[in-house]
């Protein structure tokens, strides 16, 4: 299985290679992110399950994956592997992220403000087809804006937010 050195084929080619590992551990895959930050390389795999990932959880799945990452030799030189959970503030990033959250409240950042100067919105989840998706607010209006105009789309838990908002 060749794979690219970086960016999204190599991390497609991971999430192919660790998902039935993920599954047989009782837990769901979430999304897996190769990138690098600074000099450094970092392979991310995040899992998911009902009630929650402990840390056993993590563990259990660096276990499971060190080998055949080894074997299958998808990333050329050095790099380091971290396996958490995607947190309350999760980002939607694939079909089945948003579907698994409709009718939940989303937080989203835009490329470009609105003409208010606003560039961030938070509503529940109503939709997500092909390339857009549509929100309602606290006024019950909805919103339908095309994905490609978005930086991110986050779960929001106004108790957490924080920590990954400038990315």
Not at 3 to 8: L, T
Not at 41 to 54: A, C, M, N, P, T
Not at 78 to 84: C, D, K, M
Request: glycine share 8%; with cysteine.
């Amino acid at each position: 299985m060749a794979a690219k050195k970086k960016g999204k084929n190599t991390a497609e080619a991971v999430r192919e290679l660790v998902q039935p590992l993920a599954a047989a551990l009782g837990l769901s895959l979430w999304d897996v992110r190769f990138v690098k930050e600074g000099a450094d390389w970092y392979l991310r795999i995040f899992i998911d399950k009902e009630g929650g990932v402990s840390i056993d959880d993590c563990v259990d799945m660096t276990h499971a994956v060190n080998e055949p990452l080894d074997t299958q030799d998808l990333m050329q030189g050095a790099y380091t592997l971290e396996v958490s959970s995607p947190g309350t503030n999760r980002e939607l990033t694939r079909p089945e992220h948003f579907a698994a959250c409709l009718g939940q409240p989303v937080w989203v950042r835009f490329i470009r403000p609105f003409a208010d100067g606003s560039r961030e919105v938070i509503g529940t989840l109503c939709t997500c087809e092909k390339d857009a998706v549509t929100l309602k607010n606290e006024q019950d209006e909805t919103m339908t804006f095309a994905l490609t105009d978005t930086a991110w789309i986050r779960l929001y838990d106004d108790d957490n937010l924080g920590g990954n908002e400038d990315e």
